[in-house]
């Protein structure tokens, strides 16, 4: 089985499941007048980061994760979305460019050393395999489930059927 | 690298996680006086589970997916769980159950068909690989991480850094 597997379909199906809840958060908004701005600027508490920035930061772990697994350059993406069209286009990016790899791009990624930064000044180095199960695909499930449950308690109508995929 | 890798310490991980997280939760409660049922009973929206719901999904999935992918037998655990020791006790025997796994019992684990329950009456086969990445890991994921919304949401002191085992 090629490592792509483990990695590219885990961050696209999420990245759907995202951008499906975004378009029901919208509507949401619409329907109880809801200014827009203040929805994506949700917390579950004051020192969380608001649902805009979980957006963008499961876009983040996705797009360093695959790149840093693939030895690819690792692109860096400004987060200056505020709004639902701007986040639906960063999520649509996002897709373009894991589609963009090929499986051959990630053979032997399992073993190989991968190096990322986990602090200031501060960096780590661990297989690829460890570097996706114990960093890269946790972080990315941190965001992509805060930003579900951002518009859960907002009481947008997204369930666990809608967080799979399965909807 | 052995599939093994893939999906025991993925598990594992996060279980140590939730755990470290309940004792937080727990010096908490009893710091600001919350009765310990009352922060087991909180919901991030009425119509979401309990912590103590999520906690014991979370042990549910990392469980079932072991046993799945292992060709084992699936343990069928009671959701008898009321205080913090209990949970404690439900997430210490479910990584001892995760412990007493072998590299070998997932030899050829991610080409072999799951066959899993995805409703009433109904069931889904996919292959190993797709069944960890596509239902297993987000399941489990999405159990831990609303647990960790839960107790932020609540006060309780856990950070990222937390969430990931850094601390």
Redesign the interface.
């Known amino acids: 089985?090629p490592?792509y597997?483990?990695v590219v379909?885990?961050y696209l199906?999420?990245l759907g499941t995202m951008s499906a809840g975004l378009k029901k958060a919208e509507a949401y908004a619409a329907a109880k007048k809801i200014e827009p701005a203040v929805l994506l600027g949700t917390r579950?508490?004051p020192d969380?980061l608001p649902l805009s920035r979980q957006v963008q930061l499961a876009c983040d772990f996705a797009t360093k994760g695959s790149a840093r697994l693939s030895a690819s350059e690792v692109p860096s993406v400004p987060d200056t979305e505020t709004t639902f069209d701007e986040l639906q286009a960063r999520i649509a990016k996002t897709v373009d460019y894991l589609k963009s790899f090929k499986p051959e791009q990630f053979e032997g990624a399992?073993?190989r050393d991968v190096t990322f930064p986990?602090g200031p000044g501060k960096t780590t180095t661990l297989?690829g395999?460890?570097f996706?199960?114990?960093?890269s695909?946790?972080?990315f499930?941190?965001h992509v489930?805060?930003a579900?449950?951002i518009l859960?308690?907002c009481?947008v109508d997204v369930g666990?059927r809608d967080?799979?995929?399965?909807n």
Not at 132 to 135: A, H, I, P, Q, R
Not at 163 to 166: E, I, Q, V
């Open positions: 089985m490592f597997d483990s379909p885990a199906q999420m579950l508490f969380m399992e073993t986990t297989t395999q460890q996706l199960t114990s960093f695909l946790p972080s499930y941190f489930v805060t579900h449950d859960r308690m009481g666990k967080y799979l995929g399965a």
